[in-house]
């Protein structure tokens, strides 16, 4: 199976109501680890930055979990990372920042930085500080708990977008590129 490639039958993940509270918030004073191994606080964004918040990337070398692919939502992890390391030079375009943010530790996250060529940071939140911050919503699988998928762009570190349900992953950068040519200041 190929991590790379989104099955055409996955089902849809519907709007739970989650992510309604989003908007207009301020990011927390969090200080989370990225892949080049520097803390990074949240509170701190300045500009427009963008933070796509996945279950879990899948390892070539590690079987996803059962029934993965039948969860609304789970499926397709790869394809969104590789869908904004793709559109990279146009988020710097157009000004902003890009941060992927999943619960799997740095070591994990590192080895997905690499084999993907992500030109951006990844940020571990294995502590789920930001879910209990901003009451993010996850899902349980085998026993782990998991954020369920959405992707906030911010502006001085206030939520100004939500995308949730995110759906199909690999489409959300063609929806936060679009918001972001429409709200440039």
Not at 50 to 74: F, H, Q
Not at 105 to 115: H, I
Request: aromatic share 10%; net charge negative; proline share 8%.
């Amino acid at each position: 199976m190929s991590l790379s490639d989104l099955p055409n039958n996955l089902p849809i993940p519907e709007d739970d109501g989650a992510a309604n509270h989003l908007s207009g918030l301020t990011l927390p004073s969090i200080s989370l680890t990225a892949t080049n191994d520097e803390t990074v606080n949240l509170a701190n964004f300045k500009g427009y930055c963008v933070i796509y918040i996945y279950p879990m990337t899948g390892r070539p070398d590690v079987a996803l979990p059962d029934n993965w692919e039948a969860i609304p939502g789970a499926r397709g992890c790869t394809p969104q990372s590789c869908s904004f390391r793709n559109h990279y030079q146009e988020l710097q375009d157009l000004q902003a920042n890009v941060y992927g943010l999943s619960t799997q530790d740095t070591v994990y996250q590192k080895e997905a930085k690499s084999r993907l060529h992500l030109p951006f940071e990844l940020l571990s939140d294995d502590s789920f500080a930001l879910k209990s911050a901003l009451s993010l919503p996850t899902m349980s699988v085998e026993a782990m708990e998991l954020y369920k998928r959405l992707t906030l762009i911010t502006f001085d570190a206030e939520i100004k977008k939500v995308f949730y349900p995110v759906f199909p992953p690999d489409k959300n950068i063609d929806d936060v590129i679009f918001w972001l040519k429409e709200h440039q200041n």
